[in-house]
Every structure is written in structure tokens, then in C-alpha cells.
């Protein structure tokens, strides 16, 4: 396969015109005269003219000559063809086609020709002079007799996604003589892809199956990539030397589209994307010390609301930590195993377990030990300096190899924050938290904002399309739905807490609100960074 770029016009290019625009043409008397290979073709096979007598020469100013070719139709419908001439008047074989099912009009709007008419029609063809377009010699017509409609061809699918194979077989086999098939799918945008298709000899019957690229090369050795829209779809039977001619038959033409791939997706991480908290959970993941994964979790909001394949490529599994993405654990393989080279995005939340969080959150919503903002602050704040960054270099570095391993560029890892669990300022009537004192609630913003930081700056040493998404930005979803809200505030909260009836291990995890928060900060950020 290759591609071609610009405009292409191969020899006995067809302008079909309509009948309303070209009168019937009738049979011309001259004793200038030329031959036809077939007498009768069904329409789209190729009849061969060529000459008995030449053009006049060429006159001295140097101008040339070419033929003109015209095929009317038994409805007076007319083809046009034309080749030029050498200086002594002699001109090319060309190889009239008899006109199949074609699409014009660049396709949008859809314009469609008729194929040529069953019938009794007429040859004619006649000598132009190049620079004045004046006749400089006609040739006695001939009759050609359209005996039967177009070869036809098969396309599955209709709509084929970037990336994806196509498959095309003949309904109709290709005229003896045939050596090889060869087509093109055109836009009508100069662009066209080119393709070889597999002629069986004994009954000259073809197929051709193919992956639409997500990627093309350019003759001059840059890339792009392949248009997305409708193509018209053309194929041809070739004669063993090509020579210049044109094909031995010409199926009729039929459309097809490109539309964009689905997004390959992985959904990695710990219990902020598995979804814990939010009962009931995917089957096999449920059990105290599972995965926890939920079928409300982000990943599979984003699966349904987009175009998304995730299937068993979420792995995300509540309390994982940077190792469980590069060795596995919970009986879980490495979650990046399920990186694969069609990979387009990964996401995943990830480092909070490292620290660990659990315990600083557990110290906090404990009203009858030390206050959190003391010891367990202080050891939240240097298990990211000791646990969180060096692991997550590590995991990105990893992932990242993996990546380049699998030759996979393109593929785009989003690495999400962590929300404010806690609004920015305390009040004495504030709901569901009198367990916690104004200076806990400032600890657990500080070590949020730490712990975010310390993730940002990692993945934004990586680069690339490694991208961190803030969770805690002002115009983030979760601003207002945090826990700790004034009585007065109706706004709901978007996490889980002990005070509203859940488990103690689901405390501080978004709930199903919060997931659905998550869903649409990726898709913001994907708004603004689309995948390539």
C-alpha cells in the first residue's frame, strides 16, 4: 500500500457529462478512420482504440494536438476522454472506459452518476488543436453496444475506525487477461489511499484486507494523519503491462467511511479510581481485602459516556500503592501489564496509599487520641518525602519504558490529583465533623496540597503526555461538596464519611458524586488536550 497526494487524473481520465448539457451525438461520415478492440463491453470494461490514420502534424508554431474521445450513451448520456498527440500527429492508444457508478462532487454533498445505459451508443473521436481548440480532423463513428451493468464489489465494514481492517471482495470476477487489482479510496480532497488486492488467477475473483492507518507516510518522508470522512472506493482489473493504460475493467464505485478509533483504555490506580466506598462491586473484586472495584468508579463512567474501550483493563484495586503498578499486588499482576502497544490513554490515581494517607485520615476522624495536626502530621509530611517521590519517579520512569518498549507514542497518561477533602475555612456549626478541630482541618489541606505537589512535580518531570490533573483547582467539581460543610450549606458532599453511615475503611473516599467529579475533570482536561 502507499499513498499519493494531490490530484491525480490517469490516462482517459472521464468527465461525464449530463445529457441535458451534451446533445446526441450522430454518426460522422470521414474517411478518417480508427478500430475499436470490443464491439460490446458491459459497462466499466475498457475498450482499446486506436488509429488508422493520424492527426495532421503539428503545425510550426509548435502547438501540439490531442484526441478527443466521446462515448454516448443509448440515453445520450456523454463520456469524454482525451490523450495527446506526438509532433507527427500519431496518438497514444487510449483505452475508452465505459463508465461505471462513480461519485462525484467531492463527495459532500453526495453527487452519483449513472453507469453507462444498456444499449447501442456511439464512438466518435476527432483531432483538437491545442492552443486554439479548434477541429482539426473528425473520425468516422462507430457503433459500441453496452451489453450488461458494472462489476460489483463487497465492503465490510461501511465504517471502519482509524486502526481498523477493512475487507473487500469481488461480487463479480474481472475480465480474461487480468493480471493484478489495484484500487484506491479518494476523499475528493486530494488525498488517496492506494491498495493492492489478492486476484485469484483460476477464477478471477479478488480480495483485499487491510488496516485503515492511524498514521501515513508522505513521499517525503514526514507523516500525518489519515483523514477521517467518507471516501468513494475504486478498483480496477489490470492487464499484465500496465504501460500507461488503463485497467481491463472498472467495478462500479462504492463509499465507505473512516471515523475515529475508539480510545484504548487502562484505568490504573488505587482505591480513589477503583471506587471504594461505593457498594455493590465488580464480581471478583468484592471480598474484605479485594480490589473493590465499582462499576460507578470513573473508569467505567468514562467507558460509558465516551468512546471508550476499558473491558478488563481496569485494574485500579483499593490499596495499591506505586509497586502494585510496577509488580503487582493483592494477587493482582503489575497493573501496567495490561499496557499494551495499541494503548491510546492510561489514567490512575496513585501515591496517596504510599505515604500512607490511610493512617493520617484514621488519626483525624478519631476524637479521643492526639490531635492529627501534631505527630501524625508530621509523619504524613515526611512519608512523601521518603515514600512518595522517589516511588513515583520510579513508577513513571517504568511506565514510561514500557511505553518506548512497545513503540507505543502515543499514548497519553493522565496522573489525577487528589480533592480537598476539607473546605478552606472552619465554622462552629459545621455538619458531620465535630470530631475534628479548626487546626486538623488546616493539617489535612496542607498535607493534600503537599501530597499533590510532590505527584505534579514527578509527573511533570516525565513530560511528554505524561499530564497531571489537578482535582483541587478553583474551578474543580469537588470545590463545595467537601466534607465539614456549614449546616446551612445544602450542597451535598461528594465523599464518604463516618458520621453518614459508612464502613470506617471508606472514609474520605469520593463517593458516587465524587467519582462522577473525577469522570469530568478527565474529560475537561481531554477537551482542552485531545488525544492525538
Not at 91 to 107: D, F, H, K, S, V
Not at 333 to 352: E, F, N, R, W, Y
Not at 400 to 414: I, K
Request: hydrophobic fraction near 35%; proline fraction near 7%.
Amino acid at each position: 500500500m502507499r499513498l499519493a497526494r494531490g490530484t491525480v487524473c490517469v490516462l482517459g481520465c472521464i468527465s461525464l457529462l449530463l445529457a441535458a448539457l451534451v446533445p446526441t451525438v450522430a454518426a460522422v461520415e470521414s474517411s478518417a478512420n480508427f478500430t475499436m478492440s470490443q464491439s460490446a463491453v458491459r459497462a466499466g470494461q475498457s475498450v482499446e482504440l486506436t488509429e488508422v490514420d493520424p492527426c495532421p502534424a503539428s503545425n510550426p508554431d509548435g502547438f501540439s494536438q490531442f484526441i478527443e474521445a466521446t462515448f454516448i450513451d443509448a440515453l445520450g448520456r456523454s463520456s469524454l476522454y482525451s490523450v495527446p498527440t506526438n509532433d507527427q500527429g500519431h496518438w497514444i492508444r487510449p483505452i475508452i472506459l465505459m463508465p461505471p457508478p462513480r461519485y462525484i462532487n467531492n463527495l459532500d454533498p453526495l453527487a452519483y452518476s449513472n453507469e453507462a445505459a444498456l444499449g447501442s451508443g456511439v464512438v466518435a473521436a476527432r483531432c483538437i488543436h491545442s492552443s486554439t481548440g479548434t477541429v482539426d480532423m473528425e473520425y468516422a463513428s462507430k457503433v459500441l453496444s453496452i451489453t450488461g451493468s458494472s462489476a460489483l464489489f463487497s465492503i465490510t465494514p461501511t465504517k471502519v475506525p482509524l486502526g481498523q481492517k477493512i475487507h473487500m471482495a469481488s461480487s463479480d470476477a474481472c475480465p480474461a487477461g487480468t493480471a493484478r487489482v489495484k484500487g484506491y479510496m479518494d476523499n475528493g480532497n486530494t488525498f488517496i489511499f492506494n491498495f493492492d488486492a489478492v486476484f485469484n488467477s483460476g477464477t478471477r475473483h479478488w480480495v483485499a484486507d487491510f488496516t485503515i492507518p492511524k498514521i501515513v507516510e508522505n513521499p517525503v518522508g514526514s507523516s500525518r494523519d489519515f483523514p477521517q470522512g467518507k471516501y468513494r472506493v475504486s478498483v480496477g482489473c489490470e492487464p499484465p503491462e500496465t504501460d500507461g493504460r488503463l485497467p481491463l475493467q472498472r467495478y462500479g464505485e462504492t463509499l465507505t467511511e473512516v471515523i475515529k478509533s475508539p480510545v484504548q483504555y487502562v484505568a490504573m490506580g488505587d482505591s480513589f479510581s477503583s471506587g471504594e466506598s461505593i457498594e455493590p462491586f465488580e464480581a471478583g473484586t468484592g471480598s474484605k481485602g479485594g480490589c473493590h472495584r465499582s462499576n460507578k468508579a470513573y473508569p467505567r463512567l468514562l467507558e460509558q459516556a465516551n468512546d471508550f474501550v476499558l473491558g478488563d483493563k481496569f485494574v485500579a484495586c483499593s490499596g495499591a500503592t506505586t509497586t502494585a503498578i510496577t509488580l503487582g499486588y493483592n494477587g493482582q499482576p503489575p497493573q501496567l501489564s495490561k499496557v499494551t502497544a495499541d494503548t491510546d490513554l492510561i489514567t490512575m490515581t496513585i501515591g496517596g496509599n504510599n505515604m500512607p494517607f490511610g493512617t493520617f485520615a484514621r488519626a483525624c476522624v478519631k476524637p479521643l487520641v492526639d490531635s492529627c495536626d501534631k505527630q501524625p502530621y508530621r509523619d504524613a509530611i515526611a512519608g512523601i518525602v521518603k515514600n512518595v517521590i522517589p516511588r513515583m519517579e520510579f513508577m513513571l520512569g517504568t511506565l514510561r519504558d514500557r511505553l518506548t518498549n512497545l513503540r507505543n507514542t502515543g499514548a497519553t497518561v493522565l496522573v489525577i490529583g487528589y480533592p480537598q477533602l476539607i473546605p478552606p475555612s472552619w465554622v462552629a456549626d459545621s455538619r458531620g465533623c465535630w470530631w475534628l478541630q479548626p487546626q486538623e482541618l488546616s493539617a489535612i489541606r496542607s498535607v493534600t496540597n503537599t501530597l499533590n505537589t510532590a505527584i505534579e512535580n514527578e509527573v511533570n518531570a516525565i513530560g511528554g503526555k505524561f499530564h497531571f490533573v489537578p482535582a483541587t483547582s478553583e474551578d474543580s467539581p469537588f470545590v463545595g461538596h467537601e466534607l465539614c460543610r456549614p449546616k446551612t450549606d445544602t450542597a451535598a458532599t461528594y465523599f464518604s464519611n463516618v458520621q453518614l453511615g459508612a464502613p470506617d475503611e471508606y472514609t474520605f473516599h469520593p463517593n458516587a458524586e465524587g467519582q462522577r467529579a473525577y469522570a469530568d475533570l478527565i474529560k475537561n482536561h481531554l477537551a482542552q488536550h485531545p488525544l492525538n
